[in-house]
């Protein structure tokens, strides 16, 4: 199956790789940019949503959770793109898909976050208090998962 995989992928990453991009942005490009989402939005957008149920100053809980409304989304979106420029990147460099086990905490973390966007975007059930606490712990389980992932993905990048 990843041979398959890779062979469907392969003219993508071939015309990705016409531009001659040097050697460390292909390598080192998608782990500083997933970083970067992780790390500061991805802290950020937690950090709010927990703000948001806990905060006992209702302005202050008011604006985090518009907040973590606004920025989710667009976390979510930031991840499923480098998601796909990750397996690109591993095309390119000739490492084997399903064998990486960053691959599948990637694959797990967009799982997780996409389960978690759409109990949110069912508006928790219709106001579901059980599914409001839900929706913030397994945000923090895709946190977790994308820490997991960053920390494999290190590994990954030092190893080919």
Request: charged content about 10%.
């Amino acid at each position: 199956m990843s041979a398959q995989l890779t062979a469907w992928l392969k003219p993508i990453a071939d015309w990705f790789a016409q531009f001659n991009l040097p050697e460390p942005i292909v390598h080192w490009g998608h782990p500083l940019m997933m970083g970067i989402v992780i790390f500061v939005l991805g802290i950020y957008v937690a950090w709010a949503g927990w703000k948001g149920r806990t905060a006992e100053d209702k302005e202050i809980a008011v604006k985090a959770r518009s907040d973590h409304r606004k920025l989710a989304p667009m976390m979510f979106l930031f991840i499923a793109l480098g998601y796909t420029g990750g397996v690109l990147s591993l095309v390119m460099q000739g490492h084997p898909i399903l064998e990486s086990s960053h691959f599948w905490t990637g694959s797990a973390a967009i799982g997780v976050l996409g389960l978690n966007g759409a109990i949110s975007a069912s508006k928790f059930g219709g106001g579901s208090p059980a599914l409001r606490t839900a929706h913030a712990y397994i945000g923090t389980v895709g946190m977790v998962v994308l820490f997991v992932h960053a920390a494999l993905g290190l590994k990954l990048g030092l190893s080919i």
